[in-house]
């Protein structure tokens, strides 16, 4: 530092002049203290011993040695300072990186190298296939040790988001990246199913649009399709895409080739029920009823595609002191890069709606429609009302080019969303007359804009056409409807505001309000101890001891909550796929347990969290996506790499569960019912005979002869006779009368039938009482299962002079299925 100041008052002095030799010399030295150096030295030991005029071969040989020390980060920086990138292998610098959570490192590395971007987003892709493994990186890397945090950075579900990521920022073709395509199709073809068939939040014809586009040409996704429509819709839907698409015969699951057969000819491509129904501009008078309506004729909505009718929407909106409501809509994109071009930006004023058609790149680039968009957004004397607008902003800049050479100015924008999140904020705990204290987006079947509306306006709004192909044309009813309400109700929902801002906790200046990013308001200055206050409050609203949502959201071994002791049926959680041992361990303690299914993405789990008031349980790099889409403290991280039993006692101690014999085996290991029905050998007896399960088994006749009296159907006793050998077990469970069981059918009121081919006729003679699960029909009954779990959770079981013996239980079923836990 001393020489670099002396440097400045003597410019002249230079290395220049000196003897080769010597200069040699001293670049040599000055070499070595590279990867000594703080970096901040770096760049003036290459300026003063002028180290790019080194031989390139001795340079590289100073950054192999220092790959081979495994000192990757100096390496990078000392490679980028001498530009030496295209001259090495990329994987020997970037790989480490990547693995010690240096991204943005490899990321500069490659920068500015065509090739090496490339080369880096290509490997990152590979890292993504079906058939990738650790063990070849550890083949290819043996110096590296990877420890199971590495491990867990190069999971297909991370590494495709930095796939897309960077093929967005380097501007890489999708194609050179399949993997990762083929991974975003896949979770995109999930979330469809889930929006159509599970939440019902998507038309048919929509949900049919972005199905084709997502699957076309790609034998493989079309195959999953078929399997996700046998779960999600049946066998008849799946067999009418699977024809669509020729899957061929050996490909189909099971049932799917039949079901083809039972279908009636048609056309290919033609689906039942997949024709556009009629699409009046009325909805139906239940829609009318349910959501928030558009209270101007149809004739007050224009559709705008030329000049003149752009001219006719310049004059009403740019007049001084107008209110104008901005939406943009444009297709979402399922599986590729997103590069959202607006398709139709909708600005409504009172009493009428004006519909801006992009789609047409004649009038869309043309210079007088980007200077009306210019001087819309720039004037401040047009007040124009937006929520979330920053999204759509982003969006429109991507739409014109001209907007990068000269940035379009943002004048005279009220956001409603920064509006809403203070209206909730100061609300929240209020009573009075303002809207329901709710998070938003949380806690509630609306969110987002829907949710403002229905809090100001008293309807939500139908955001049945949100996800619809808004590059089409034309445009059905629905799509017009929807797009015009969209902005409509922005202009009510400003006037309703404005008009008594007070009943909705709300300053008079609704200007006054800072954006969520000012970070300036009371709520989020508030301090940890009252924010431990408020959300100890919350959680023991939800029945949850307030210690157990702490901060700390990782449980540790020997973690204990020093809240009010919970029954095991008090706490109800939703485990994400990477820990389903610990569910199904947790679930046979008695607690209430939800399940993701291996092919579930994350993010069900946090839906089930929001809905259900659920803890998410998980582990790994999901808890950080996860913990930000829930409240404060309801997802929890464990260590994957312990063993299922020890999670559960950690997860026990940690809620400060007090478990007892009869919790065991309190909820159905298979689909977490609590409700169990007692059913004595006889009657079993009676219903597997009349059923023909034990004309197999005709050889049991000679053990006993109970069997040979047995009474019609119709006399199921009430209530369950038990023998006195029978069983002294009685879970903390719900017991449903014998009546409930439809004597015909053997079904449920839930619709489960009666398992009876799982029981086996021989072990009538030594079973005295079956329990059946009324919720899917499983049937139980005494074994050893019990005992074995007593044993395994003695340290976290309270038994007492009062608690029933272990001996008898509830083991499991005849499969086998639930004595591996």
Same mark, same amino acid.
């Given at each position: ?118 080369? *880096? ?21 043996? $110096? ?30 999708? &194609? ?34 972005? @199905? ?22 049946? !066998? ?32 290919? $491509? ?54 104008? $409501? ?28 004006? !519909? ?40 429109? !800049? ?15 924008? *009220? ?27 949380? #806690? ?67 200007? /006054? ?27 023991? %609203?939800? $029945? ?45 303690? #008695? ?15 946090? +839906? ?26 309801? %997802?929890?991280?464990?260590? %994957? ?8 006692? +950690? ?16 909820? %159905?290991? &298979? ?73 015909? /059918? ?5 619709? &489960? ?9 021989? @072990?009538?003679?030594?079973?005295? @009482? ?36 272990? +001996? ?7 499969? #086998? ?5």
């Amino acid at each position: 530092m001393e020489f670099l100041r002396w440097r400045e008052s003597n410019p002249q002095a230079s290395l220049e002049g000196e003897p080769s030799e010597r200069v040699r010399s001293l670049q040599i030295r000055a070499l070595s203290l590279l990867s000594e150096a703080q970096p901040s030295y770096i760049e003036p030991l290459l300026d003063i011993y002028q180290l790019h005029s080194l031989d390139q071969g001795l340079l590289l040989g100073h950054v192999g040695k220092l790959l081979n020390s495994g000192i990757y980060k100096e390496a990078a920086l000392l490679s980028m300072k001498l530009k030496l990138q295209s001259e090495l292998d990329m994987e020997q610098i970037c790989v480490p990186l990547i693995l010690q959570d240096k991204m943005p490192l490899a990321e500069s590395y490659v920068k500015g190298h065509s090739h090496l971007e490339e080369g *880096l987003v290509k490997l990152l892709d590979a890292w993504c296939s079906p058939n990738f493994s650790v063990v070849q990186l550890q083949r290819k890397f043996p $110096g590296l040790s990877l420890s199971q945090h590495q491990t867990e950075r190069i999971h297909p579900k991370m590494l495709s988001k930095q796939v897309f990521r960077l093929m967005e920022h380097f501007n890489i073709d999708p &194609a050179l990246c399949p993997n990762s395509v083929t991974k975003r199709k896949l979770d995109s073809l999930k979330f469809l199913m889930y929006k159509r068939f599970v939440e019902k939040g998507m038309s048919e014809e929509n949900w049919s649009d972005h @199905i084709q586009a997502t699957v076309a040409g790609s034998p493989e996704l079309q195959v999953y399709l078929v399997e996700l429509l046998v779960r999600y819709s049946g !066998l008849h839907s799946a067999a009418q895409w699977s024809m669509h698409y020729r899957v061929p015969r050996e490909r189909l699951p099971m049932g799917v080739w039949d079901t083809q057969q039972n279908l009636p000819p048609s056309k290919p $491509g033609e689906f039942e029920g997949h024709a556009p129904s009629a699409d009046p501009w009325e909805p139906p008078p239940a829609h009318q009823q349910q959501y928030y309506q558009l209270p101007i004729a149809k004739d007050k909505v224009h559709f705008l595609h030329t000049l003149e009718g752009l001219e006719l929407c310049r004059q009403v909106v740019l007049k001084p002191g107008s209110r104008v $409501g901005v939406d943009m809509e444009w297709l979402a994109g399922f599986g590729a890069v997103p590069r959202q071009r607006v398709a139709l930006i909708q600005l409504a004023v009172r009493e009428e709606v004006f !519909l801006i058609d992009l789609r047409e790149t004649t009038f869309s680039e043309h210079e007088h429609t980007v200077e009306f968009i210019r001087t819309f957004f720039s004037d401040p004397k047009v007040l124009k009302l937006g929520y979330g607008m920053s999204g759509d902003l982003k969006s429109l !800049l991507a739409t014109w080019p001209q907007f990068t050479d000269e940035p379009l100015k943002v004048d005279g924008v *009220l956001d409603l969303l920064n509006v809403h999140q203070q209206m909730q904020r100061n609300c929240r705990g209020g009573g009075g007359r303002g809207p329901r204290s709710v998070e938003v987006g949380e #806690g509630t079947a609306e969110k987002g804009l829907s949710l403002l509306v229905q809090q100001v306006l008293g309807k939500p709004l139908d955001k049945m056409e949100q996800l619809s192909n808004w590059e089409r044309r034309p445009l059905r009813n629905s799509q017009l409807r929807y797009a015009a309400i969209d902005a409509y109700c922005l202009l009510e929902v400003y006037l309703t505001l404005s008009q008594d801002p007070t009943r909705f906790h709300l300053p008079v200046d609704l200007h /006054s309000i800072p954006s969520s990013q000012a970070g300036n308001n009371k709520e989020e200055k508030k301090s940890k101890k009252d924010r431990e206050k408020e959300k100890g409050k919350q959680a023991r %609203c939800r $029945g949850v001891p307030s210690d157990a949502l702490s901060q700390k959201s990782h449980v540790q071994p020997g973690a204990t909550s020093q809240g009010v002791a919970m029954k095991p049926q008090q706490l109800r959680v939703v485990c994400d796929n990477m820990l389903q041992g610990l569910g199904r361990y947790l679930r046979s303690l #008695g607690v209430d347990v939800l399940l993701l299914e291996n092919n579930d993405d994350h993010k069900v789990a946090a +839906q089930l969290a929001r809905e259900e008031g659920r803890i998410i349980l998980t582990s790994g790099q999901p808890y950080q996506t996860l913990k930000s889409q829930v409240g404060e403290g309801r %997802c929890l991280a464990l260590d %994957c790499s312990q063993r299922a039993r020890d999670q559960a006692v +950690q997860v026990l101690q940690y809620f400060n569960i007090q478990l007892t014999p009869d919790d065991i085996f309190s909820r %159905c290991q &298979a689909c977490n019912g609590d409700e169990y029905m007692r059913l004595p050998r006889e009657d079993m007896a009676r219903m597997l005979r009349e059923r023909g399960f034990m004309q197999v088994q005709a050889q049991v006749k000679k053990v006993e002869n109970w069997e040979e009296q047995y009474e019609p159907l119709s006399s199921l006793t009430p209530v369950a006779r038990e023998a006195p050998e029978g069983p002294r077990y009685s879970p903390h469970c719900r017991w449903a009368p014998i009546s409930h069981l439809d004597q015909k /059918s053997l079904k449920f009121p839930s619709g &489960a039938e009666l398992q009876l081919h799982t029981v086996p006729p021989g @072990i009538l003679p030594r079973i005295h @009482i079956f329990f059946i699960c009324t919720t899917c029909g499983k049937v139980f009954w005494e074994g050893s299962h019990f005992d074995r779990i007593v044993n395994q959770f003695q340290e976290v079981l309270s038994i007492g002079e009062d608690t029933p013996s272990s +001996q008898g239980g509830l083991p499991g079923d005849p499969e #086998g299925e639930l004595s591996g836990i």
